[in-house]
Protein backbone atom coordinates (compact mmCIF):
# COMPACT_ATOMS: atom_id res chain seq x y z
CA UNK A 1 0.00 0.00 0.00
CA UNK A 2 2.91 2.27 1.03
CA UNK A 3 5.46 0.48 -1.29
CA UNK A 4 7.65 -1.15 0.61
CA UNK A 5 7.33 -4.43 -0.73
CA UNK A 6 6.71 -7.94 0.42
CA UNK A 7 10.10 -9.29 2.44
CA UNK A 8 10.85 -11.12 5.75
CA UNK A 9 9.41 -8.11 7.49
CA UNK A 10 5.86 -8.06 5.85
CA UNK A 11 5.47 -10.98 7.64
CA UNK A 12 6.39 -10.07 11.04
CA UNK A 13 3.95 -7.35 10.70
CA UNK A 14 1.30 -9.97 9.50
CA UNK A 15 2.40 -12.18 12.28
CA UNK A 16 1.55 -9.20 14.79
CA UNK A 17 -2.12 -9.12 13.26
CA UNK A 18 -2.96 -12.84 13.84
CA UNK A 19 -1.64 -12.31 17.90
CA UNK A 20 -4.02 -9.76 17.97
CA UNK A 21 -6.53 -12.88 16.65
CA UNK A 22 -5.08 -15.23 19.34
CA UNK A 23 -4.99 -13.27 22.29
CA UNK A 24 -8.17 -10.51 21.41
CA UNK A 25 -10.03 -12.91 19.29
CA UNK A 26 -10.68 -9.44 16.58
CA UNK A 27 -8.57 -7.72 14.54
CA UNK A 28 -5.71 -5.28 15.41
CA UNK A 29 -7.29 -3.13 12.63
CA UNK A 30 -11.10 -3.10 12.50
CA UNK A 31 -11.96 0.31 10.55
CA UNK A 32 -10.30 -0.24 7.71
CA UNK A 33 -13.55 -0.78 5.25
CA UNK A 34 -16.19 1.77 3.47
CA UNK A 35 -19.73 1.95 4.58
CA UNK A 36 -20.64 -0.87 1.60
CA UNK A 37 -18.15 -3.08 3.12
CA UNK A 38 -15.22 -2.27 0.79
CA UNK A 39 -11.63 -2.19 1.84
CA UNK A 40 -10.45 1.33 2.26
CA UNK A 41 -6.23 2.25 2.13
CA UNK A 42 -7.12 5.75 3.49
CA UNK A 43 -9.61 4.31 6.43
CA UNK A 44 -6.80 1.64 7.12
CA UNK A 45 -3.40 4.07 7.06
CA UNK A 46 -5.82 6.65 9.57
CA UNK A 47 -5.96 3.61 11.92
CA UNK A 48 -2.43 2.75 11.17
CA UNK A 49 -1.39 6.37 12.56
CA UNK A 50 -3.71 6.38 15.35
CA UNK A 51 -2.33 3.67 16.98
CA UNK A 52 1.10 3.90 16.27
CA UNK A 53 1.71 7.21 15.31
CA UNK A 54 2.87 9.28 12.13
CA UNK A 55 5.15 7.37 10.04
CA UNK A 56 8.61 8.43 9.65
CA UNK A 57 9.68 10.71 7.26
CA UNK A 58 11.91 8.23 5.11
CA UNK A 59 8.63 6.20 5.21
CA UNK A 60 6.79 8.90 3.69
CA UNK A 61 9.56 10.05 1.08
CA UNK A 62 9.73 6.28 -0.08
CA UNK A 63 6.26 5.86 -0.63
CA UNK A 64 5.86 9.90 -2.61
CA UNK A 65 9.09 7.76 -5.15
CA UNK A 66 6.83 4.68 -5.24
CA UNK A 67 3.88 6.11 -5.77
CA UNK A 68 4.28 6.03 -9.53
CA UNK A 69 5.97 3.28 -10.56
CA UNK A 70 4.01 0.66 -12.64
CA UNK A 71 3.64 -2.72 -12.39
CA UNK A 72 4.84 -4.94 -15.19
CA UNK A 73 1.64 -5.96 -15.82
CA UNK A 74 -2.10 -3.99 -15.44
CA UNK A 75 -4.51 -5.09 -12.35
CA UNK A 76 -7.96 -5.43 -12.65
CA UNK A 77 -9.30 -4.51 -8.98
CA UNK A 78 -12.50 -6.04 -7.81
CA UNK A 79 -14.82 -2.98 -9.09
CA UNK A 80 -13.57 -4.22 -12.72
CA UNK A 81 -10.90 -0.65 -12.62
CA UNK A 82 -7.45 -1.87 -14.58
CA UNK A 83 -4.71 -0.56 -12.41
CA UNK A 84 -0.79 -0.04 -13.09
CA UNK A 85 0.35 1.89 -10.38
CA UNK A 86 -0.18 1.03 -6.48
CA UNK A 87 -1.23 4.42 -6.57
CA UNK A 88 -4.09 3.65 -8.63
CA UNK A 89 -5.00 -0.10 -7.04
CA UNK A 90 -5.41 2.00 -3.31
CA UNK A 91 -7.10 5.01 -4.80
CA UNK A 92 -4.32 7.32 -3.41
CA UNK A 93 -2.62 9.97 -2.89
CA UNK A 94 -2.28 9.60 0.79
CA UNK A 95 0.63 11.99 1.59
CA UNK A 96 1.31 15.57 0.32
CA UNK A 97 4.57 16.85 -0.82
CA UNK A 98 5.26 17.94 2.77
CA UNK A 99 4.42 14.32 4.25
CA UNK A 100 1.25 14.91 6.17
CA UNK A 101 -1.15 12.56 5.61
CA UNK A 102 -4.10 14.28 3.71
CA UNK A 103 -7.32 12.61 5.37
CA UNK A 104 -6.18 13.49 8.99
CA UNK A 105 -10.14 13.93 9.39
CA UNK A 106 -10.22 9.75 9.21
CA UNK A 107 -7.85 9.20 12.00
CA UNK A 108 -10.01 7.42 15.16
CA UNK A 109 -9.45 8.60 18.34
CA UNK A 110 -8.04 4.93 19.72
CA UNK A 111 -4.28 3.71 20.93
CA UNK A 112 -2.31 0.63 20.71
CA UNK A 113 -3.15 0.47 24.32
CA UNK A 114 -6.84 0.29 23.66
CA UNK A 115 -6.96 -2.68 22.06
CA UNK A 116 -5.77 -5.41 24.71
CA UNK A 117 -8.57 -6.54 27.44
CA UNK A 118 -7.68 -9.69 27.46
CA UNK A 119 -4.55 -9.03 29.62
CA UNK A 120 -3.61 -7.47 32.81
CA UNK A 121 -0.26 -5.70 34.66
CA UNK A 122 3.32 -7.08 33.15
CA UNK A 123 1.54 -9.71 30.71
CA UNK A 124 -0.34 -6.75 29.29
CA UNK A 125 2.66 -4.81 28.81
CA UNK A 126 5.06 -7.60 27.58
CA UNK A 127 2.40 -8.00 24.91
CA UNK A 128 2.39 -4.19 23.65
CA UNK A 129 6.14 -4.25 23.77
CA UNK A 130 6.35 -7.55 21.39
CA UNK A 131 3.66 -5.88 19.20
CA UNK A 132 5.18 -2.61 18.86
CA UNK A 133 8.39 -3.76 17.77
CA UNK A 134 6.87 -5.77 15.04
CA UNK A 135 3.96 -3.29 14.15
CA UNK A 136 7.21 -0.38 13.12
CA UNK A 137 6.17 1.60 10.17
CA UNK A 138 9.77 0.81 8.56
CA UNK A 139 10.09 -2.41 7.55
CA UNK A 140 13.85 -2.18 8.68
CA UNK A 141 12.91 -1.39 11.83
CA UNK A 142 10.84 -4.28 13.10
CA UNK A 143 11.93 -6.90 15.40
CA UNK A 144 13.72 -10.01 13.85
CA UNK A 145 12.29 -13.62 14.09
CA UNK A 146 15.68 -14.37 16.06
CA UNK A 147 15.02 -11.30 18.80
CA UNK A 148 11.11 -12.12 18.72
CA UNK A 149 11.69 -15.74 20.14
CA UNK A 150 13.74 -14.02 23.15
CA UNK A 151 10.98 -12.19 23.85
CA UNK A 152 9.52 -12.41 27.19
CA UNK A 153 5.66 -12.59 26.16
CA UNK A 154 6.64 -15.36 24.31
CA UNK A 155 8.91 -17.64 26.96
CA UNK A 156 7.47 -20.59 28.75
CA UNK A 157 5.38 -19.19 32.60
CA UNK A 158 5.57 -21.13 35.59
CA UNK A 159 1.71 -22.99 36.34
CA UNK A 160 0.94 -23.47 39.33
CA UNK A 161 0.34 -26.73 40.54
CA UNK A 162 -1.12 -26.62 44.07
CA UNK A 163 -4.30 -28.39 44.61
Known amino acids: MLGNGWQMPAD ?5 GLLWDIVEGRELFRHIHDQQGRYDAKLHI ?3 I ?3 GPPPLEVVQRYQFMREYSWPEPV ?3 DNRVCRT ?4 FCG ?7 HFVYENLIPDRKLGDTISFL ?5 EAFLDLAKGMLSWHPD ?5 GKLVEHPFLQPKQISTSV
Open 12 to 16: IWNLS
Open 46 to 48: AEM
Open 50 to 52: ALL
Open 76 to 78: RRE
Open 86 to 89: AEEY
Open 93 to 99: PFFDNNG
Open 120 to 124: EGAER
Open 141 to 145: ARTTT
